[in-house]
């Protein structure tokens, strides 16, 4: 039913006729009264069987009325950047004895110029990525998707100065790298 109720969804988006917004709120009404009538039965059944037993049915009730505690994860920041930092070392040292990795150089074309970007293809781009979100993200993919048309322009002209103001290194020169792994401070 999710997935009827998100496909009727897209297409209103998609198209954004007053029939495509009308599916999908039926069937986003249909939904939601049928998770409320699952909710429902899920409780009455659940405290029916608690009958005559007063612990249990306090442990139901708290357990609908309390949201669950947050468990505390077992390990630190501190415990998980030691444990990869150790096991980098141990690579480091299981391999400190290999031969370097021949590598075949082979010529490419050099990117000379780039196309700037359209919004045309900043909307298609955006409305390409799927509407997950997590707690990171700094606004949600939905609110980004509703203001496609007023972010594009602004998209457009960061990518476009990123791309214009790329400078080239030397050929075959690479600044060296290293990850560094640790906590993150907030």
Sequence with gaps: MRRQTRA????????????????????FDAQRRLLQQKASDYWETSLANCAGDARQLWTHINRAIKPPSTARVPH???DLARHFKGKISKIRVSTASARPPTVAVRES????????????????????????TCELDP???????????????????ICNASL????????????????IIGPRRP
């Design 164 to 179: 214009q103001s790329a400078t080239e290194t030397s050929p075959g020169v690479c600044p060296p790298k290293e990850a």
């Design 8 to 27: 009727l969804e897209r297409a209103y988006r998609r198209h954004g006729s007053a029939d495509t917004l009308t599916s999908w709120k039926s069937q």
């Design 76 to 78: 630190s920041e501190h």
């Design 109 to 132: 074309p050099a990117l000379s110029s780039f196309a700037a970007v359209t919004r045309k293809e900043i909307h298609r781009l955006v409305f390409a990525v799927p509407c997950r």
């Design 139 to 157: 606004v949600t993919t939905w609110i980004v998707k509703r203001s496609v048309d007023l972010l594009a322009p602004v998209i457009v002209d």
